[in-house]
């Protein structure tokens, strides 16, 4: 296998292998401390957590009512013939005013075409979501019912043989009269870095079974396999901004949770010169970012996912979270450029034409304040507004 156009070494020091006690889930961004210390704190009636746990309880109740969903349910078939083919609409593009028939689409940035819910993408990710809601309350609450849905949600989506998803996304985020799927695409599966997560709490509930988990465990293999050899795969591997990043803290994600370190090493490696110094200014800024009209929550976003990709390279021996170019660029630089104007009073000067979740950031704090080892990002968390005491964040972090 190759990824931007080299080799991948074919073996690596005992000290990369992937080693987790069996007494505790296989976890890896979301902290198995954190979770049983917020456990005994709201066992205990710790009122600084019961916003986040009171938040939780109705998330779980909606996401118990959550039916199923699967590929089969969209109306539209893909180019192959085949509904199992993963299929979705780029969100951003509309009919063409100017023609009749509305082809070809046009882009208008930050503006979410409803046409996207006619295919996969937002089935996918009211999915993931509600699995990673399940297993938290599975483990908060000790429902069973909670883990037992859960799992239910993912045999469907990825195991049944009548409703399972095919292991790639060639006909990702396509535009209706340009193309029938982009490379960029592979963004709509950035969130099972934490869908793995919540599998992770699933195996030790006992509802995922043994044949579950080698289910699951081979579609991962196989979709690891079609994001690094498929030319969909490594064009989206290419990209010099938001979607690069995902792609590589995806792979990093998946490539974790099929125990093959050589990839995470080999990302991460790469990612010093494809992602920290392509991307991130001396100042920390992130100008393709600042460049859309949702700037400061794409910014964040592309935060968040440099930081994902080292927090999987630190056990391979590369150390992101203080690597720094001779220029000045690192995560941390754009983790305070960040800060000046999240916490510290700036006004954002770049465009944001939605309103940014604040509660979001507080994932943010906590991943910088164990990353980098550097508790004093926690005291950032007292500058939101009250709301982000309830982001479940200040139960995993």
């Known amino acids: 296998m190759t990824l931007h156009g080299k080799p991948f070494i074919t073996s690596f020091p005992d000290s990369w292998i992937f080693i987790i006690p069996m007494s505790s889930p296989s976890l ?22 019961q916003p986040a746990v009171d938040q939780l309880r109705l998330d779980v109740d909606n996401a118990l009512a959550f039916e199923p969903v699967s590929v089969m349910d969209k109306t539209l078939i893909p180019p192959s013939g085949d509904k199992h083919d993963y299929m979705s609409q780029g969100p951003y593009w509309w009919p063409n005013p100017d023609t009749a028939d509305g082809l070809p689409y046009v882009r208008r940035d930050g503006e979410v075409n409803p046409e996207v819910e006619q295919l996969d993408s937002r089935r996918q990710g009211r999915m993931g979501e509600a699995v990673q809601t399940l297993a938290l309350g599975w483990f908060f609450f000790d429902e069973e019912d909670a883990a037992n849905h859960a799992t239910q949600l993912l045999r469907t989506w990825f195991i049944d043989r009548e409703t399972c998803m095919n292991p790639h996304l060639e006909y990702g985020q396509r535009i209706p009269g340009i193309c029938d799927g982009r490379g960029i695409g592979i963004i709509d599966t950035a969130f099972y870095s934490r869908l793995i997560e919540a599998i992770g709490l699933l195996e030790i509930s006992g509802a995922l079974i043994d044949m579950d988990r080698s289910d699951l465990m081979m579609w991962m293999k196989a979709y690891r396999d079609w994001l690094v050899s498929s030319e969909t795969g490594r064009a989206e591997a290419r990209q010099r901004n938001n979607h690069g990043t995902w792609y590589d803290a995806q792979l990093c994600a998946i490539a974790h949770y099929t125990g093959d370190p050589r990839i995470v090493h080999k990302v991460a490696e790469e990612a010093k010169e494809h992602r920290i110094a392509a991307q991130i200014k001396p100042d920390g800024s992130q100008p393709l970012e600042l460049a859309r009209t949702r700037s400061f929550s794409y910014t964040q976003m592309n935060t968040i996912g440099f930081m994902t990709i080292a927090h999987y390279a630190k056990p391979t021996e590369v150390d992101l979270w203080s690597y720094e170019t001779e220029d000045g660029r690192s995560i941390r630089r754009a983790f305070d450029f960040l800060v000046r104007y999240a916490v510290n009073g700036e006004r954002w000067k770049w465009q944001q034409i939605t309103e940014h979740d604040t509660g979001s950031l507080v994932e943010l704090f906590r991943r910088a304040a164990t990353g980098f080892n550097d508790p004093s990002y926690l005291q950032h968390i007292e500058y939101l507004p009250t709301s982000a005491k309830s982001h479940r964040s200040n139960l995993c972090f």
């Not at 890896?28 to 957590?49: H, V």
Request: aromatic letters at 14%.
């Open 28 to 49: 890896f961004l979301w902290s198995w401390p954190a979770l049983q210390d917020a456990k005994s704190r709201t066992a205990d009636g710790d009122p600084t957590l």
